[in-house]
Nanobody
Framework: QVQLVESGGGLVQAGGSLRLSCAAS????????MGWFRQAPGKGREFVAV????????RYADSVKGRFTISRDNAKNTVDLQMNSLKPEDTAVYYC?????????????????WGQGTQVTVSS
């Protein structure tokens, strides 16, 4: 069992930056692929970024590529999402997720554990 708690959301103007963090507890953190997803009002959950357990491989949604960076610290059991050049369309609840399958996944159904989410609002 893995527990995930996100933090760092808030209100920011377009062009600004935010850093989200996800703290994990439970089993060996480095065994898990970690992903960030988001869900805007009235829309489905959307893949944002993913990083494998070792941190050696990442993947991003086209909509955030070049603006967002995912990273992890296996010693601290945390995964972060640095978000720069934010746009109003980035407004959503952001979720941290963990998968024990050990590969890169962009589909939400491949993740076993989810955090409660943190709200990010970007004003124009």
């Amino acid at each position: 069992q893995v527990q995930l708690v996100e933090s760092g959301g808030g209100l920011v103007q377009a062009g600004g930056s935010l850093r989200l963090s996800c703290a994990a507890s439970g089993r060996t953190f480095s065994d898990y692929t970690m992903g960030w997803f988001r869900q805007a009002p009235g829309k489905g959950r959307e893949f944002v970024a993913v990083i494998v357990g070792s941190g050696s491989s990442t993947r991003y949604a086209d909509s955030v590529k070049g603006r967002f960076t995912i990273s992890r610290d296996n010693a601290k059991n945390t995964v972060d999402l640095q978000m720069n050049s934010l746009k109003p369309e980035d407004t959503a609840v952001y979720y941290c997720a963990a998968s024990d399958r050990g590969l890169i996944f962009t589909i939400s159904g491949m993740y076993n554990y989810w955090g409660q989410g943190t709200q990010v609002t970007v004003s124009s």
